[in-house]
């Protein structure tokens, strides 16, 4: 029974130790978190909260109620031409969500985790979840690859738990494109991706339904443009899938 005693007391202050020598930080927004907290602190968890779930329009991901989508798309979808047949979001890009993909695409790798089990909930809660033959990250041009050292969308894509897809990366950037801020029009942002991407010769793709992978859809220029080269070589379906959905405004 002392031993036990003696035990608890040891583990007791290692514990207080550790946390006065490392303590305890949200790995979002840096602040000092209690370690039954975990991960985030309370804010970030209740920001990340407000950030997911919600009705939005399985064409473009924008939200909008149930009742407001006519043929399966919202209004804002109606007369457009989207490539990609459907999509799946882990929430709206804003507040702590926003801070982490952003945090991730600038070399915090270690978000893979919560961002990988963001992402999942979104596939799983799809209607395509089991009609994906192969899950193509969104690529980046080689030259900026380089420079950042990983594609997000594949580290994202590798977090992906499914029964039978596997990843593809035989869709290529072609052309380094201009870096597009979120307020640039979404005219200007088809047009610089216009033509920026290929499928490699001799692709799998060919009668296959994929599932484009990315962080942020803005407008949809970049996944309407995938979609559409991916079509082009052959693919029957395009699916999208990303962690959040910007521009909520309409046209």
Not at 10 to 31: D, E, M, T, Y
Not at 72 to 82: K, M, S
Not at 142 to 155: A, C, E, K
């Amino acid at each position: 029974m002392e031993t036990v005693k003696i035990k608890r007391i040891v583990s007791f202050g290692l514990q207080s130790v550790n946390q006065l020598l490392w303590p305890a930080v949200c790995s979002n927004c840096g602040k000092g978190v209690c370690e039954t907290d975990k991960t985030f602190c309370r804010d970030c968890w209740g920001e990340l909260q407000s950030c997911v779930g919600g009705d939005y329009c399985p064409r473009c991901g924008k939200d909008v109620s149930r009742y407001g989508l006519v043929g399966g798309a919202c209004p804002d979808c109606q007369g457009r031409e989207i490539h990609f047949d459907r999509i799946t979001r882990g929430g709206v890009y804003k507040d702590a969500l926003t801070k982490m993909i952003l945090a991730f695409k600038k070399g915090r790798t270690e978000l893979d985790s919560m961002l990988g089990f963001l992402a999942n909930s979104a596939l799983q809660g799809s209607s395509f979840v089991n009609d994906i033959d192969f899950f193509v990250p969104v690529p980046l041009h080689w030259s900026r690859r380089f420079v950042r050292g990983y594609n997000q969308s594949l580290v994202l894509t590798r977090k992906l738990n499914h029964t039978t897809a596997k990843i593809n990366t035989e869709l290529v950037r072609i052309r380094r494109t201009k870096i597009q801020p979120v307020m640039v029009s979404a005219a200007a942002r088809a047009k610089n991706v216009a033509g920026a991407f290929a499928v490699r010769q001799g692709h799998q793709l060919a009668g296959r339904a994929v599932c484009l992978v990315d962080d942020i859809k803005t407008t949809g220029a970049t996944l309407n443009e995938c979609a559409k080269t991916l079509k082009e070589a052959g693919v029957s379906k395009v699916f999208a899938l990303v962690l959040a959905v910007a521009w909520q405004k309409t046209r």
